[in-house]
């Protein structure tokens, strides 16, 4: 029996998929240096940031039957991608962008077969509207949670109450890893 890889260093895909799938999972993070080149949101190159993500472990794991999973998560605002904060400046920039706006959240996984380098991708959409936020709670999150490594400079899942007023769509996909998706793409192989 085939086993499965979790290409990603990220605590809140480990959880997602170990809480929510029946998977048994190995995790080896990514080698693959992630370089966003541009700001300007597409689903191909979300779609490709995934796939280098998994392909960097697949070279690793040649010819084993293993499937391996990567995922990128963005929050788009308009097309503007917004990344991961370089510091506190960039942080509370980017949420006082999101202040008051409904934005996405988009994450794309790939599925890639490590015998034959079958590839499977999906991305998932959802939508998070943030209430109008002012520099004071702004700072205040930001000293409290550290953003730093999360997408858009915020983590759903440790907004204070008060700072979104609703989501639309998975909130898993918003975390970072949607298990429907995840599951509908493990089915497309011939797995158990």
Do not use: W
Not at 13 to 24: A, F, L, V
Not at 53 to 78: H, I, N, Q, R, S
């Amino acid at each position: 029996m085939g086993k499965i890889v979790l290409a990603s260093n990220s605590p809140r895909r480990r959880k997602i998929m170990k809480e929510q799938t029946d998977y048994y999972f190995e995790v080896k993070p990514s080698p693959y240096e992630e370089k966003h080149t541009t700001t300007v949101f597409s689903y191909d190159y979300i779609e490709n940031l995934a796939y280098n993500k998994a392909f960097a472990v697949v070279e690793l794991l040649k010819g084993e039957d293993v499937l391996v999973v990567g995922a990128d998560t963005v929050v788009v605002l308009g097309d503007e991608i917004l990344g991961k904060p370089a510091d506190k400046e960039e942080a509370l920039t980017m949420l006082k962008k999101l202040s008051g706006k409904t934005h996405k959240v988009v994450t794309s996984i790939a599925v890639i077969n490590c015998k034959d380098s079958h590839c499977e991708i999906q991305s998932t959409t959802s939508e998070v509207e943030f209430s109008n936020l002012d520099d004071e709670q702004i700072r205040f999150y930001i000293e409290k949670f550290k953003p730093f490594d999360k997408a858009g400079s915020y983590g759903i899942q440790e907004l204070p109450e008060g700072y979104i007023k609703e989501f639309r769509g998975s909130l898993e996909n918003i975390i970072g890893l949607c298990p429907k998706t995840l599951k509908n793409l493990i089915e497309k192989f011939d797995f158990s």
